[in-house]
C-alpha cells in the first residue's frame, strides 16, 4: 500500500515524484523531478499509514512575510517557548529574516515575525534586531538572542565581543549585554580571513546545570579552513569560552555552519555544513554534554537522498522523532525515527523552485536556509523563503517572501487520547504532589504533563513529602481500554517512576516502571489491554521524581489525535475525499477528527476501516456537519464464504426537509427502508452538536442507535459469514456539498 505523502519505516524503495504539495520550478515546459521523494498516494488503494508505523506528511505552504518585489526578505530562523492563554498552553514562534544583502561583511539587518498561536497567523514585532536562529529560554525565565556576528574587543582583535540581547518579558522589551570570548590558550584569530572572528550559528542547547552552550564557526591562524566550535557562557551572555572544537580542519576539508540536539538517548548529535572536499553534511556526537566530539562523519540519507547542502536544522520533536532540515539546492527533509540519528529515513523535498535544472543558477531560487521549531508532540513548524536576498531571486523580478509549511511526524498507533483538550472541558481531573507555581514560567503546572511539549519547564513539577511521595494522578472521564502509554519524566534528570492503572482509584494495577532514566522526550511502552478510569505515575521507594513532563494515554477509541493532518487516516483503506483536520469542527473534545467533504455528484467521500474476522461486531462513532444537505452513510462490512469482502448492513441518515430531522435507513439491495426518525441532528442551528451512532451486529440482524433512539433490522444488502469492519460515507451521487466530521470510533 502506498499512503497519502507519507513515507513511513517499512517503505525502502522510491520513485523519483514529488510529494503533493512541494513547489516545483518549471522551465520552458521542463518540471522539475528530484529522486528519492516519498510517495504521493496510490491512486489504485488510497490507504492511510499503517497502524503500526512511523510515517511523516508535509502540510501546505503559506507565508509568514510577503512583501512587494524588492523587498528583502530570506534566511529565516525561527525560535519557540511555551505561553498560557486562555488556559491552554500553546507556543510563540519567533521568526526573524535578513533584510541585508547575503555578504561576508554585511551588518545584519532583521525583519521579525511573531506568532502567539503556534505559528498559525503572525504579527510584526516592533523589535527588528533579534535573530531568533540563536535564541534560548534561560533558567530564570529570560529569553536570551545572541547575535550572528560579534563584534571586535579590541584593536588588538585578539578577542571579541559576543553580543546578545535578554528579555524578561518574553519578547516585548530587551536589554543589549556583550559577553568577552578569547580563543583558547594556543589558538587566535586571523582577521585577515575571518572578519570579526567567528560566526554564531546556530540554535543554543541549555544543559541542566544551567550553562548554555551554541556552535560558532571561525578560522583560527594557521587553520587551513574553517572550523566548527562550541561556545559557553554560564552567566547569561556576559561571558563566553570555548567549550569544545567540534572539528578541526584539514587541507581538504572544513566546516562552518551547525546544529546541535539532544537525542532520545541523552547524547547531543551535531549536523555540519562543509567546506571544501565532499559536499556532504557531516554528523558528530558528544556523550559528555559537548565536551569532546566523536569523528564528524557523512550523514547517511537513503538511496537517492541529496544530503550535500547548507544550514542544517535539527529538532528534536517531543515524541522522539528527530528532524533534519536543509538545502540548497532546494529544501530538504530527512527524518529519523529512533531520535538518536543513527539512521535516516523518508527523504522529502520542502520546497524547490529553481529558475533551471543545470548550471549555476539550479542552486538560485529558494538559499536553502531553513529553520524549524517543535510546536506540538508529533507536529513541527518549517519556515523558508522563496529566493537568496539579492542573488538567488534576479530571475523571479526579487519577489522575495518567507514561508512556512508544518511537518507531521507521528510515532506508531492510534487512540490517542486529547487530555488536555478533556481537561479544559472538566472531563479530565488531575491530582498529585504539586510543586508550588513558578511565575517566571506559567507553563510550569499539572496541566503541564500533557501540553504536547518537551520544553524543561513546560511540565507538571512534583515535590515529595514525609510519607507521602511525588505522584501524579490523572482521573478520565470514563473508563478506557488502555494499550499504549507515552511518559517523559523530568527533563535531563535521572529518574523513576511506577506507573500503575485502576478502574475505580482504590484498586491498583501496575503496568511499568521506571528506574534511573533520563528523558528529553517521550518513550513509548505497549501494554497489555487494561481497563482504566484513573493512571498513577508514583516516585518508588528511594527514587527521584521531580516532573511529568508529557504523558500521552492510548486506547482502542480511535480519535485520530495521532494522525497527520491533512493525511489519510491511519488504517483506513478506499479513502476519497477524507482526511483528518484540526480546523473547521476539529474534533470531538479534541483537536483533529475525520473530515468527509462531499464536492462532486459523481464521487462520494469514503473511508473504510477493516479489522479481523468475526461473528459479531459493533461499530460505534460521533459525528458532526457543517452541511447536511445530503445522507450520511455508514456500513458493517463483512465476508461470505468465498472471503470477498461485503456489505451485509448498509445504513444512512437522510435529512428531513426544513427540519432538524433524520431518517434512519437500511437498504435491501433494491431500494431504502426506512427504520425510524430521530430530530435534533441536520439542521443549521445542529453545526458542531456530535451525535452518538452505534450499531450491533450479527451476520443475522442489527441494533442501530442514533441519538440514544435504537431500531432493530434483519434486513441485509450482501450476504456475510463474518463481519470484518465498518464504512463511513456521503450520500450517494443525487446530491453534493456534504461536509461531515467523524470521531471516537470504536469498533468492538
Known amino acids: 500500500m502506498r499512503p497519502d505523502n507519507f513515507g513511513h519505516r517499512r517503505r525502502r524503495r522510491r520513485r523519483a515524484t514529488v510529494a503533493a504539495g512541494v513547489l516545483l520550478a518549471s522551465v520552458a515546459g521542463l518540471t522539475l523531478s528530484t529522486p528519492g521523494l516519498a510517495l504521493v498516494e496510490d491512486p489504485a488503494s488510497r490507504a492511510g499509514l499503517p497502524v503500526d508505523a512511523n510515517g511523516v506528511r508535509l502540510g501546505p505552504l503559506f507565508s509568514v512575510e510577503d512583501p512587494g518585489p524588492g523587498e528583502l526578505a530570506a534566511f529565516p530562523s525561527a525560535f519557540a517557548t511555551d505561553i498560557v492563554t486562555d488556559g491552554a498552553t500553546r507556543r510563540k514562534v519567533f521568526v526573524a529574516y535578513s533584510r541585508n544583502a547575503d555578504s561576508a561583511t554585511a551588518d545584519s539587518v532583521s525583519g521579525v515575525r511573531v506568532s502567539e498561536n503556534g505559528g498559525t497567523s503572525y504579527h510584526e514585532f516592533q523589535d527588528n534586531t533579534i535573530m531568533a536562529q540563536n535564541m534560548a529560554r534561560l533558567p530564570d525565565g529570560r529569553l536570551i538572542a545572541v547575535e550572528f556576528i560579534p563584534e571586535w574587543a579590541g584593536d588588538e582583535r585578539s578577542s571579541v565581543l559576543v553580543v546578545s540581547k535578554l528579555s524578561r518579558d518574553l519578547g516585548r522589551s530587551w536589554e543589549t549585554v556583550r559577553g568577552r570570548f578569547t580563543p ?65 580542519p584539514t587541507a581538504a576539508q572544513g566546516t562552518n555552519e551547525a546544529s546541535i540536539s539532544r537525542t532520545v538517548d541523552g547524547r547531543l548529535v551535531a549536523v555540519l555544513r562543509t567546506s571544501g572536499g565532499s559536499a556532504n553534511l557531516l554528523q558528530a556526537y558528544s556523550a559528555d554534554d559537548g565536551r569532546t566530539w566523536s569523528e564528524a562523519v557523512p550523514v547517511a540519507g537513503p538511496p537517492g537522498a541529496d544530503t550535500g547542502s547548507v544550514a542544517p536544522v535539527l529538532v528534536l520533536q517531543p515524541n522522539g522523532i528527530l528532524l533534519l532540515s536543509y538545502g540548497r539546492p532546494d529544501n530538504k527533509l530527512l527524518i529519523s525515527y529512533d531520535g538518536n540519528g543513527t539512521t535516516w529515513e523518508d527523504y522529502q523535498v520542502t520546497f ?55 511537518v507531521e511526524a507521528v510515532t506508531p498507533g492510534t487512540g490517542k487520547i486529547d487530555l488536555a483538550s478533556r481537561e479544559r472541558a472538566g472531563l479530565v481531573t488531575l491530582t498529585g504532589t ?42 478520565l472521564d470514563r473508563v478506557y481500554t488502555l494499550n499504549r502509554i507515552g511518559l517523559m519524566l523530568a527533563h535531563g534528570r535521572a529518574s523513576d517512576a511506577d506507573v500503575s492503572v485502576s478502574t475505580d482509584g482504590r484498586t491498583w494495577q501496575p503496568v511499568t516502571q521506571v528506574r534511573g532514566r533520563t528523558d528529553y522526550a517521550l518513550r513509548y511502552i505497549d501494554i497489555a489491554p487494561q481497563p482504566a478510569r484513573y493512571l498513577r505515575v508514583q516516585q518508588p521507594a528511594g527514587g527521584a521524581l521531580a516532573a511529568v ?66 461473528p459479531t461486531r459493533s461499530v460505534e462513532f460521533v459525528f458532526t456537519h457543517l452541511d447536511f444537505r445530503g445522507a450520511f452513510m455508514f456500513d458493517v462490512r463483512g465476508r461470505d464464504g468465498a472471503g470477498n469482502l461485503t456489505t451485509p448492513w448498509h445504513f444512512n441518515l437522510t435529512p428531513v426537509a426544513n427540519t432538524s430531522d433524520v431518517q434512519v435507513r437500511v437498504y435491501d439491495g433494491r431500494s431504502w427502508q426506512l427504520l425510524g426518525v430521530v430530530g435534533g441532528i441536520s439542521s443549521v442551528a445542529d453545526r458542531g452538536k456530535w451525535t452518538t451512532v452505534s450499531v450491533q451486529a450479527s451476520v ?22 463474518t463481519l470484518s469492519g465498518t464504512t463511513i460515507a456521503s450520500g450517494g451521487t443525487e446530491s453534493y456539498g456534504m461536509d461531515f466530521y467523524v470521531d471516537d470510533l470504536v469498533i468492538d
Request: proline share 7%; net charge neutral; hydrophobic share 35%.
Open 184 to 248: 583558547p590558550a594556543g589558538s587566535a584569530f586571523d582577521p585577515n580571513t575571518f572578519d570579526r572572528g567567528l560566526r554564531v550559528h546556530r540554535g543554543p542547547v541549555l544543559l541542566s546545570d544551567g550553562t548554555l552552550i551554541t556552535p560558532a564557526y571561525t578560522q583560527y591562524a594557521g587553520d587551513p579552513r574553517n572550523r566548527t566550535i562550541l561556545l559557553q557562557s554560564t552567566d547569561a551572555g556576559r561571558s563566553w569560552s570555548q567549550r569544545a572544537s567540534i572539528t578541526v
Open 352 to 406: 524547490a523552485n529553481p529558475p533551471t535544472l543545470v548550471g549555476p543558477a539550479r542552486n538560485h531560487g529558494s538559499s536553502g536556509n531553513t529553520s524549524m521549531v517543535a510546536i506540538g508532540a508529533n507536529r513541527s513548524l518549517l519556515v523558508g523563503d522563496s529566493c537568496a536576498n539579492s542573488w538567488g531571486c534576479k530571475q523571479y523580478h526579487e519577489d522575495y517572501r518567507v514561508w512556512a509549511r508544518h
Open 434 to 475: 504539586f510543586a508550588a507555581r513558578d511565575p517566571a514560567f506559567p507553563e510550569s503546572r499539572p496541566q503541564g504533563a500533557f501540553d504536547g511539549g518537551a520544553d524543561p519547564r513546560a511540565a507538571a513539577r512534583l515535590v515529595s513529602r514525609p510519607n507521602r511521595p511525588a505522584h501524579l494522578t490523572v482521573e
Open 549 to 614: 513532563t508529557e504523558l500521552e494515554l492510548y486506547s482502542d477509541v480511535d480519535s485520530f489525535e495521532n494522525d497527520p493532518v491533512i493525511g489519510l487516516p491511519r488504517g483506513f483503506t478506499d479513502v476519497r475525499n477524507a482526511t483528518v483536520t484540526a480546523v473547521g469542527m476539529q474534533g470531538h473534545l479534541s483537536e483533529r477528527s475525520l473530515n468527509l467533504v462531499d464536492l462532486a455528484t459523481d464521487a462520494q467521500a469514503t473511508a473504510t476501516r477493516l479489522v479481523p474476522d468475526a
Open 700 to 721: 443475522d440482524s442489527a441494533v442501530v442507535t442514533v441519538a440514544g433512539q435504537s431500531f432493530t433490522t434483519s434486513t441485509r444488502w450482501q450476504p456475510a459469514v
